[in-house]
Nanobody, 119 residues
Framework: QVQLEESGGGLVQPGGSLTLFCRASGSPRITAMGWYRQAPGKQRELVASIFSGTRAVYGDSVRGRFTISSDIRRNTATLQMNDLKPDDTAAYYC??????????????WGQGTQVTVSL
């Protein structure tokens, strides 16, 4: 069974940086990895995805500030977040696509890793 583990969140001041890490256990055949976030009272939204370790897609609000990378052989993904803003405050979640199906879909995605941007 595939399990995802996110880490790297924390408290940072506006303009600061954080790096998030995701690791997928269970030796899945991963074809894409992605980061999502959900702030209290808001819907979960796509932050960034990367396909086959090369083609990256970003949400409009983070393009130019965040960078996603992945290592398909190690089943890991990284989200480098720069110039963080208070609106980036949210719980961040990792997701993986195994073959053509994303592992996480509806419902609760667990705890994720919390990012708080504040003075």
């Amino acid at each position: 069974q595939v399990q995802l583990e996110e880490s790297g969140g924390g408290l940072v001041q506006p303009g600061g940086s954080l790096t998030l890490f995701c690791r997928a256990s269970g030796s899945p055949r991963i074809t894409a990895m992605g980061w999502y976030r959900q702030a209290p009272g808001k819907q979960r939204e796509l932050v960034a995805s990367i396909f086959s370790g090369t083609r990256a897609v970003y949400g409009d609000s983070v393009r130019g500030r965040f960078t996603i990378s992945s290592d398909i052989r190690r089943n890991t993904a990284t989200l480098q977040m720069n110039d963080l803003k208070p609106d980036d405050t949210a719980a961040y979640y990792c997701n993986v696509r195994i073959g053509s199906v994303w592992l996480r879909s509806e419902g609760s995605w667990g705890q994720g890793t919390q990012v708080t941007v504040s003075l």
